[in-house]
Nanobody, 126 residues
């Protein structure tokens, strides 16, 4: 059974940092594309970043230069380090497993993901 468990959310002021973690189980993690999505009050669930099975990092334009996705395959854990956080980054952040290999043209599509965590809330105050 696939399980994804996020942690690390919280409340910080603008300009601050957070690191999210997602522990995965129930599948061969090391060869699987994994991604972070977020749900804000204004937008539909959107892709934030992805790490392909080969470790290639892919980012939404809105977070490039501020967020870093990484993975520790020995711990089956995905990370999202978020720096210079802004109020528009507020939302629920979800870890997701992709059903297929991730490329620049498909990683941010929810249809590519087949399993989701329950999410962790990130709140940024101005």
């Amino acid at each position: 059974q696939v399980q994804l468990m996020e942690s690390g959310g919280g409340s910080v002021q603008a300009g601050g940092s957070l690191r999210l973690s997602c522990v995965a189980s129930g599948f061969i993690y090391s060869s699987t594309c994994m991604a972070w999505f977020r749900q804000t009050t204004e937008n539909e669930r959107e892709g934030v970043a992805a790490s392909s099975g080969a470790g290639v990092a892919l980012y939404a334009d809105s977070v490039k230069g501020r967020f870093t996705i990484s993975r520790d395959n020995s711990k089956n854990t995905l990370y999202l380090t978020m720096n210079n956080l802004q109020p528009e980054d507020t939302g629920i952040y979800y870890c997701a497993r992709a059903r297929e290999y991730c490329y620049s043209y498909n990683w941010s599509s929810r249809r590519v993901m087949d399993n989701w965590g329950k999410g962790t809330l990130v709140t940024i105050s101005s």
